[in-house]
């Protein structure tokens, strides 16, 4: 993380109750980190969390959710910002809270072409993968104008699934149905492109 980015997150509430985390020392925390208890949480982060379907096992369990959302931060991301490179590895998963951002991928000449524009109120999320293993991001994501996030590590999900092991279990299980229903439609994709190519080869040979 960079110190900029440092400098611009904050974590959303202090755990309290159930799923406690420890306090960070002065020496990991970020600068200009402030700790928020719960009470004090940035109005709708519940409810933009309850559009992420992986958590889904979750989102009618305010407690479970308030649990997820104690262990995020909200990152403040300044128009041009990266908030993801293409090719590079990650630990952590966004969700767009506040903002607009550009889905960004490089053709094999390295040229820059925006897939999409993502606005919160279309409840965007990326990096999710990142959540079980290391992860090799496959687009670059860049802020295109001032924007929030809020953002969860997979040490921190992790630290989720020590401390409430049915909460975490239910989010990786959902998480990997999700990812197993992209795989299958990949290998599908992949699978008629190759049809294609081979009825266009077999059409060429004809002629």
Not at 81 to 91: N, P, Q, S, W
Not at 95 to 114: K, M, P, Q, S
Request: no cysteine.
């Amino acid at each position: 993380m960079s110190e900029q980015d440092k400098i611009n997150e904050i974590p959303v509430a202090k755990v309290t109750g159930r799923g406690k985390r420890k306090k960070k020392t002065e020496a990991e925390a970020a600068p200009n980190e402030q700790p928020l208890q719960a009470r004090t949480m940035a109005p709708g982060v519940l409810d933009t969390l309850r559009t992420v379907p992986f958590f889904e096992p979750v989102h009618s369990d305010e407690e479970a959710l308030m649990a997820l959302a104690t262990r995020m931060t909200l990152r403040r991301v300044p128009t041009g910002t990266e908030v993801l490179k293409e090719g590079e590895a990650g630990d952590e998963v966004f969700i767009l809270f506040r903002g607009e951002v550009a889905v960004l991928r490089r053709t094999l000449d390295a040229e820059e072409y925006t897939v999409a524009l993502l606005r919160a109120q279309d409840q965007p999320f990326f990096g999710e993968l990142a959540l079980l293993d290391e992860d090799k991001r496959s687009a670059t994501i860049r802020a295109t104008q001032d924007s929030e996030m809020l953002v969860l590590r997979r040490a921190d999900f992790e630290s989720l699934g020590d401390d409430l092991p049915d909460v975490g279990l239910a989010i990786t299980r959902s998480l990997s149905r999700i990812l197993s229903r992209r795989l299958r439609q990949t290998n599908d994709d992949v699978l008629l492109l190759f049809e294609a190519l081979v009825k266009e080869i077999r059409g060429e040979e004809l002629n």
